[in-house]
């Protein structure tokens, strides 16, 4: 039996479904640091040809068109829409913001492998070193020495201090941001953290403000890019979608029922 | 028994297909750039030298309904809009020839080639797919030119590299093929459109209006319960001949 059209509004459901899971992880993540929206991309289901255009139709004639049947729709995937966050200033000398494209480098643990996000709310280590609020250090790593005083992060990512006993400041290091050719490819672990894909390409190391990077802002951190009133609406649209495509198979449901009954 | 339920039964199978059809469109109703389709049923009629009976219903899916859709800002500069009747050329996914579509959620992939949501390439001027210089940041000109800028001279004007294929539809024959993608029917491409103009931040949504197909809906779940009723009916009629023949 050819896919009906209950199962057609079938995946009508599904995937508004999924739309709306991942409008609510938009919705709940409001508030998180760095955080991307992400959209449902959508696509047509394969189709099913019952009659080929051309066909003979009899002997001499042959049909115009052709009768193919779509099978419904699917969620081919989501995207990360990486619009800049609105930078919020905190004044905590830890907080970074990345005011234009990149990622700061964090090493995940177990394994060493490294995590990308721009989420940078830092703060120091016992032992000096930067860390995340989950306490993964920041890559390269950096140490701030014990004692040192006015910590300062220059929008191209140099950390310079204050130590005891000197009148000039130390340069304690370089910030590195990384770009990727695509960063809609990266895969979102959670945490904030985005790890590398082959879609993504390889992580491309470089200093702040330089091939395209964005600059490091101390004292900030990024909102999410997340639009509460477009996602409400999109949030509507979503729920209107599955109404109707519940009363198609409502509908289907009642023209089966009545030719069970009548005949 | 009467063949009257035949032609009833091809009737009931039209409208249980249109059905069908609706239920797609339906759940397309979010799908960027998708062009509903329409559903006819023409009437076969078998005829017998001058007598004309027994009109087979035959449905058939008319093509898509080309209209424009509503267009939503979406901020995104790789997100096109296609103004007037314009196509965007993309690879097929067999690498064989070309599909054309309204939907512009365009990205660019690892490989460097401009893409859309659904992962198939746009071509370029050329007839292949566009391939973007690693690390150069792109945006795209109301005529299709794909613009790049080296982010390593920020200062240097941006360089265009292609510009999108946009084709003409106009007097072209356009189906939808199996694989969901409208082609010229039998091969061929269509024109390109040297004044076609897109608006990049904005995305045209699908052109299946809900309010229009729940109409269509719930007429095809009448017209597939008023064929049942015609099967039941000459039912009706059969038994009431065979009465009328039975010897008491």
Excluded: C, W
């Excluded at chain 1, 290091?173 to 990727?180: D, M």
């Excluded at chain 2, 080309?66 to 809009?81: E, I, S």
């Amino acid at each position: 039996m050819p896919t009906s059209a209950l199962h057609v509004a079938r995946t009508g459901l599904e995937a508004q479904d999924a739309r709306m899971r991942v409008i609510a992880n938009n919705l709940a993540n409001i508030g998180t640091t760095g955080f991307k929206r992400d959209r449902v991309d959508f696509a047509s289901l394969a189709y099913q040809e019952q009659r080929v255009a051309g066909q003979a139709s009899t002997g001499q004639t042959a049909f115009a068109v052709g009768l193919n049947l779509g099978t419904g729709v699917q969620v081919q995937g989501t995207s990360r829409m990486s619009t800049q966050g609105t930078l919020n200033p905190t004044g905590n000398t830890f907080d970074l913001a990345l005011d234009g494209d990149g990622f700061f480098q964090v090493e995940l643990p177990p394994g060493g492998q490294i995590g990308f996000t721009r989420a940078g709310n830092f703060a120091l280590a016992n032992d000096g070193t930067l860390i995340t609020a989950q306490g993964y250090a920041l890559q390269p790593p950096l140490q701030v020495p014990a004692g040192a005083q006015s910590i300062t992060i220059a929008p191209d990512g140099t950390v310079s201090a204050l130590t005891p006993g000197n009148a000039e400041p130390t340069l304690l290091g370089q910030l590195t941001v990384a770009s990727f050719v695509n960063p809609a490819g990266l895969r979102a672990i959670g945490d904030n953290f985005l790890v590398e894909t082959a879609a993504s390409g390889p992580a491309e190391l470089g200093f702040a403000g330089e091939n395209g990077r964005g600059q490091i802002r101390q004292g900030m951190l990024e909102a999410s890019n997340v639009n509460v009133v477009e996602e409400l609406v999109e949030m509507i649209e979503a729920q209107r979608a599955y109404e109707i495509n519940s009363k198609m198979v409502s509908a289907v449901d009642e023209m089966l029922r009545n030719a069970n009954q009548t005949l | 028994m009467d063949r009257l339920i035949y032609t009833a039964m091809t009737a009931m199978n039209a409208a249980m297909d249109r059905q069908r059809v609706v239920a797609n469109n339906l759940a397309n109703a979010s799908t960027p750039g998708f062009r509903q389709e329409i559903f006819a049923v023409t009437p076969a009629t078998l005829k017998d030298g001058s007598l004309e009976a027994r009109a087979l219903a035959r449905g058939n899916v008319r093509g898509a309904d080309m209209a424009p859709a509503r267009v939503v800002p979406t901020g995104n500069p790789l997100d096109v809009a296609l103004e007037g009747k314009a196509l965007i050329a993309y690879q097929s996914p067999d690498r064989q020839g070309e599909i054309y579509s309204r939907r512009g959620d365009l990205r660019v992939a690892a490989s460097g080639v401009i893409e859309n949501g659904e992962g198939l390439a746009v071509l370029g001027e050329g007839g292949t797919p566009i391939t973007v210089p690693p690390g150069f940041s792109i945006s795209l000109a109301a005529d299709g030119t794909v613009l790049a800028s080296d982010p390593a001279a920020p200062n240097a004007a941006a360089e265009a590299i292609d510009r999108i294929r946009l084709v003409n539809p106009e007097g072209s024959p356009l189906a939808k093929g199996v694989d969901s993608f409208l082609k010229v029917p039998g091969g061929g491409v269509l024109p390109p459109d040297p004044t076609a103009r897109l608006t990049s931040g904005a995305l045209e949504m699908s052109n299946v209006e809900t309010a229009d197909t729940l109409v269509q809906m719930i007429e095809a779940q009448r017209a597939f319960e008023q064929r049942a009723k015609i099967i039941a009916t000459a039912g009706t009629l059969d038994e009431a001949g065979s009465g009328l023949m039975a010897l008491r």
